[in-house]
């Protein structure tokens, strides 16, 4: 058995035993759960097909990749846009916009299924004229302040939800620090299971947590809700064109947040999965990932920055265990239940749990412009993250921007709009000379020169 264990962290948890090695597959369970579900509930989508959906996403991805990169694929809050023009949430007999689109909701899954194909079609590309030249369009000064802008994205759910009990997000951060400053042993390694345990035995106490949503819910059901609408619509109508020309172009932006999260799993990790397994395969991955999603009628499919934040904290870095959230993920599709058990845990919980994955994603990115040496002297790179920085948030904020096409409107959203200008700007500006081939070392992480 390969046992690693060090500074960098554990890269064989097998050596852990099985018990903690579960531990820790809930522990990603745990972090990935709040914001996969989040997603179906805005959308009108099953949250049942959508644990499924990322359950299965996540060991295709693994298979694609080899097995090698931990990374878990849950729900994408890049298409929550697209989903909003294509198939809007109806209003209920008191006027709130809250039940389903049953009968545009198929179209849009059909092209969550083509978008998917788009990631097939830039992995081919890689595939054919080779990793480096593709890679001079996503250097570390694009990537970094796109991951960086990830989180300061993600920031204000934190602090929303954290509003909600203050108290609450203060004890589950409160934990979370401790246990991962001065905990020894497996506390440290779980810092944010424990930090959910104790602060919801906090929210037992007050009286914070409702349990009439658990009796009501059936122990056993099926993910895929076929009775409720068709999982997919594949036809030549208007309204099928109109979702392509909507959703596709997301898979544009999502391809460069692709990057941006492998670029960040692999500076947490230490290990450089851009170069292998390869690009191309983690592409491949998620793009059939997210084409499975759109198919089995859930949303598209993403790898998690949440993820990456529990690895960065807990620095058990083994794939297996992510493998093991992800047959968790598959099993509780099937388990109404348990969906109602985790639905209790106050949103307080959530943000304050939120405060510090979200926090450690843009941590990363500034951590992977430093270890990359990228030059902010040089007033080409300085351009490039100020834009990326200003278009992300401003256009978040603003709402994005609805570009029309014909009798079609294409929607981009503010991380859409930040990636596309990042790598146009990267592409005119003169003076790139970033070369991704003379990185030396496959296990060198990602400090290429700028």
């Known amino acids: 058995m390969n046992k690693q264990v060090g500074a960098e962290g554990i890269f064989d948890a097998r050596q852990l035993g099985a018990p903690k090695m579960l531990i820790l597959g809930v522990q990603h369970t745990f972090a990935m759960f709040g914001a996969t579900v989040l997603v179906p509930l805005l959308t009108g989508l099953s949250v049942s097909t959508t644990l499924l959906c990322a359950g299965l996403g996540t060991l295709l991805f693994h298979l694609i990749t080899k097995g090698k990169v931990p990374a878990f694929l849950g729900s994408s809050f890049a298409f929550l846009g697209g989903f909003g023009i294509v198939a809007p949430m109806l209003p209920d007999a008191s006027g709130n916009q809250t039940l389903p689109n049953t ?73 979370v620090i401790v246990c991962n400053i001065w905990g020894k042993g497996m506390v440290k390694i779980l810092p944010i299971l424990i930090g959910v345990i104790v602060s919801y035995l906090v929210a037992l106490a007050i009286g914070a947590v409702n349990f009439d949503a658990i009796g009501q819910a059936a122990w056993f059901g099926l993910p895929l809700h076929t009775s409720e609408m068709g999982l997919f619509r594949f036809d030549g109508s208007p309204e099928f064109v109109s979702a392509l020309f909507t959703i596709m172009p997301i898979a544009i932006a999502t391809v460069m947040e692709h990057i941006g999260d492998i670029a960040s799993i692999s500076a947490t990790t230490g290990k450089n999965f851009i170069r292998d397994p390869g690009l191309n395969r983690t592409i491949m991955g998620d793009g059939l990932a997210t084409a499975l999603a759109g198919l089995l009628g859930g949303p598209a499919n993403t790898t998690y920055g949440e993820n990456t934040g529990v690895l960065a904290l807990s620095k058990v870095y083994d794939p297996r265990v992510v493998r093991i959230a992800a047959c968790f993920a598959l099993l509780f599709s099937f388990c109404p239940k348990f969906e109602a058990l985790i639905n209790t845990i106050p949103s307080g919980i959530i943000g304050g749990i939120s405060f510090i994955l979200y926090g450690m994603i843009s941590a990363i990115g500034v951590r992977n412009v430093v270890e990359n040496q990228v030059d902010f002297t040089n007033s080409r790179n300085l351009i490039i993250a100020a834009v990326i920085l200003v278009s992300a948030l401003g256009f978040n904020a603003y709402g994005g921007i609805t570009i029309p096409v014909g009798s079609y409107s294409i929607s981009l959203t503010g991380l859409a709009i930040a990636s596309l200008l990042g790598i146009l700007l990267n592409a005119i500006l003169p003076g790139n000379d970033y070369a991704f081939d003379k990185v030396e070392g496959g296990e060198q992480g990602l400090n290429m020169q700028v």
Do not use: D
Not at 119 to 133: D, H, P
């Open 103 to 175: 009968e545009m909701l198929p179209y849009a899954c059909a092209a969550v299924a083509c978008a998917g194909l788009v990631y097939v079609v830039i992995s081919l590309l890689i595939s054919a004229f080779g990793i480096g030249r593709i890679m001079r369009f996503f250097p570390p000064v694009v990537t970094g302040p796109i991951i960086i802008s990830i989180g300061l994205i993600l920031s204000s759910s934190a602090v929303s939800n954290a509003s909600s009990n203050w108290l609450l997000a203060i004890v589950a951060l409160a934990v």
